[in-house]
């Protein structure tokens, strides 16, 4: 199983450029989630999606926009790319009211965008 | 809303036993859960506890403590490869998984 793919793993941007990340899961997950990890930061949700057709806004949606295609896939846009917005972006998925309980997410490789 | 609290480094030796603090604030909470993460890689799931008590898995095992929004866990004899950060995130009834700014944890030999 691929589990959860992110693409790209790289990019660089030049500010005011739009690019959108693209995450895949293939766990049949009902909710994703996007974060960006900046150092000592720890990771701080951007936006998620707990089920198709539904998504909400996390600690730090300025400036970024999703879109929940269907149930494998969760995009994540910036319109008009900032300096600020030179991140580490992980996506994650999960199977929400498993038999556990547990939030036990899988996260995808991780993409490195920096905006010049 | 919500609010996590982690210490931001511990510092422990090879083969010793560390333990790892989280205090929270959150509504809707019903577990909480434990991610490690290595230098340049992504998260991973390291356990989970939705009732009050210890729960062990190998070398790892957190603690709850619903009644002082408070959980640990407990990494014991300490590898190198134990080296990395350590995020706690309180399980929500409304999906938002929120993590700490997680504490790192340097291992001297």
């Known amino acids: 199983n691929a589990g959860v793919t992110q693409t790209p793993k790289f990019q660089v941007l030049k500010t005011g450029q739009s690019m959108t990340l693209q995450c895949a899961q293939d766990?049949?997950?009902?909710?994703m989630y996007w974060y960006r990890q900046d150092p000592g930061m720890g990771l701080r949700l951007i936006y998620y999606?707990?089920?198709?057709?539904?998504?909400d806004k996390g600690e730090v949606p300025n400036g970024y926009n999703v879109s929940r295609l269907n149930k494998r896939e969760f995009s994540l846009r910036l319109e008009s790319a900032a300096p600020s917005q030179t991140s580490v972006y992980f996506c994650?998925?999960?199977?929400?009211?498993?038999?556990?309980?547990?939030?036990?997410?899988?996260f995808g490789a991780g993409s490195r965008l920096t905006v010049l | 809303g919500q609010s996590l609290e982690q210490p931001s480094e511990v510092t422990a030796v090879e083969g010793a036993i560390v333990q790892i603090n989280c205090t929270y604030q959150?509504?809707?909470?019903?577990?909480l859960s434990w991610y490690q993460q290595h230098d340049g890689g992504a998260p991973t799931f390291l356990s989970y506890?939705?009732?009050?008590g210890l729960e062990e898995t190998g070398r790892f095992s957190s603690f709850l403590s619903r009644s002082d929004s408070y959980g640990y866990l407990l990494l014991q004899e300490l590898q190198m490869k134990d080296s990395a950060s350590y995020f706690c995130?309180?399980?929500?009834?409304?999906?938002?998984?929120?993590f700490g700014k997680g504490t790192r944890l340097h291992i001297l030999p």
């Open positions: 994650a998925s999960t199977l929400q009211g498993g038999p556990s309980g547990a939030n036990v997410l899988t």
């Open positions: 766990m049949n997950h009902n909710s």
């Open positions: 999606s707990a089920s198709e057709g539904t998504t």
């Open positions: 959150t509504s809707g909470f019903y577990g």
């Open positions: 506890n939705a009732l009050d």
């Open positions: 995130a309180p399980g929500r009834g409304d999906d938002k998984i929120i």
